[in-house]
């Protein structure tokens, strides 16, 4: 099975040419966002393994809150394609824990290598999903992470909102008392 890959890149004949290199490896690119919005959205549909993320992108929030909005949602493999690597900016990077921080230009020697470490890293993280199990469990699909605030099913963590959550918390709490 080639690894599905999505790339968030603004500057399209930079997306076109990765995507190009991609293939020839044979990666399968799932698509090719131009902005936060777009990216998140086809994360979530087509669950890419990797994401190839520019940091600088269109949109009211750049490539790092996007990766953090999407690694809630996701197990994914972020590998952060930059011209910037200033202090803050390689700070803010490093607490969404990417595979990858090349600056570009970058050769494809160093994205082969970083693309290798980040299909890695997902299967490691995906292992330690299905050993995920919350400290609360309701049945055998459904369990709860009390102290993340997180439910489970079938080891796979499913976006709450705010009020979902403390729905839940308001329920465990009635029911232990």
């Known amino acids: 099975m080639k690894t599905?890959?999505?790339?968030?890149e603004d500057e399209s004949i930079v997306s076109m040419e990765i995507e190009s290199y991609l293939s020839s490896l044979n990666f399968s690119v799932i698509g090719i966002a131009n902005n936060a919005k777009s990216a998140y959205e086809?994360?979530?549909?087509y669950k890419p393994h990797i994401i190839l993320m520019d940091i600088k992108i269109k949109g009211e929030i750049d490539g790092i809150d996007a990766a953090t909005k999407i690694l809630n949602e996701l197990n994914?493999?972020?590998i952060y394609l930059t011209a910037y690597c200033d202090e803050e900016t390689v700070g803010?990077?490093?607490k969404t824990n990417p595979s990858g921080?090349?600056?570009?230009?970058?050769?494809?020697?160093?994205?082969?290598?970083?693309?290798?470490?980040?299909?890695?890293t997902y299967e490691k993280n995906k292992?330690?999903?299905?050993l995920k199990k919350g400290d609360l469990i309701f049945d055998d699909e459904?369990?709860?992470?009390?102290?993340?605030s997180q439910l489970i099913h079938y080891c796979e963590y499913i976006h709450l909102t705010k009020r979902e959550v403390q729905l839940i918390n308001l329920l465990i709490k009635s029911k232990n008392s």
Do not use: G, M
């Open 127 to 130: 292992k330690d999903l299905i």
């Open 142 to 148: 459904f369990s709860y992470d009390t102290k993340n």
């Open 92 to 94: 803010r990077a490093i």
């Open 4 to 8: 599905p890959i999505l790339i968030v």
């Open 42 to 45: 086809l994360a979530l549909d």
């Open 101 to 120: 921080y090349l600056t570009k230009p970058f050769n494809k020697k160093e994205l082969f290598a970083s693309l290798r470490i980040a299909a890695y």
């Open 76 to 78: 994914t493999s972020i």
